[in-house]
């Protein structure tokens, strides 16, 4: 073997490329859906887009828990569509009102709104790393997000979860929301299964999703996503 490399840091390379395989093997033990690797595209840093891991999964599947994990451990910027346009409601703008109720009945906002919201968030941080965190939540969405944007999410992380565990924690949720009580999160999840599903196929088919299991201890599930953010290259 030491003879194949002729200088150090040629064997040193080798060492890196067999560790970042390694990574990548882990990483593959743990998701059930992956096709390549999510390394920043060099297009992305020359057109100074934005690295963009949406973040999907049911209601009370640990979505909010695991990207504080995620932006802690791996300096993301966390941008929660829902926290955003919760915001909107208690800010007494336009939209507040209308937004209030399609939450409470479990709909979903108008892309518009949402899309807006998320275009200033990015735009007014500093950092170039972000998870979007139950976002999108519709083919509109999706559509809505990459025409404005201008890109494709990097990839997707989705927490896979039975529907009892869901509803247990939306109901022990205990933040006040409108929308964590039985009946709105029946709602929600015939919305999940019928609209926000096909979006996960959809960047599933394109080799984009990381599906992870959701259940068990918040550490444990930390455990599954923590190899797919270590393997990741980033320049920023
Ligand atoms: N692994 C877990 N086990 C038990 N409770 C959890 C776990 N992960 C999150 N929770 C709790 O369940 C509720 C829903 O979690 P949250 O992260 O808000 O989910 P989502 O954003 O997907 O709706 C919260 O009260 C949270 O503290
Ligand atoms: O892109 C989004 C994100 C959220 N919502 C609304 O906000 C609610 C709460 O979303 P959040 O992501 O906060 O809920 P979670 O899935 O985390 O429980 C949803 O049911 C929708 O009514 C929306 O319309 N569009
Ligand atoms: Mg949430």
Known sequence: ???????????????????????????????????????????????NIPFVAFVLGGPGSGKGTQCLKIAETFGFDHIGAGDLLRKEIHSDSENGAMIQKLMKEGSIAP?????????????????????IDGFPRSEENRVAYERIIGAEPNFVLFFDCPEEVMVKRVLNRN???????????????????????PVANHYAKKGKLYKVDGTGTQEEIFERVRPIFASLRLST
């Open 111 to 131: 892309s518009e709104v949402t899309v807006k919201l998320i275009k200033k968030a990015i735009e007014s941080a500093e950092n170039r790393k972000f998870l």
């Open 1 to 47: 073997m030491w003879r194949r490399f002729t200088s150090l840091p040629l064997f040193f390379s080798h060492l890196q490329q067999v560790r970042r395989a390694d990574e990548l093997k882990i990483c593959q033990a743990f998701c059930t859906e992956i096709v390549k690797p999510p390394v920043e595209g060099e297009s992305n840093s020359r057109r």
């Open 175 to 197: 933040e006040g929301r409108v929308d964590d009580n039985e009946h709105t999160v029946k709602e929600r999840l015939k919305v999940y299964k019928a609209i926000t599903l």
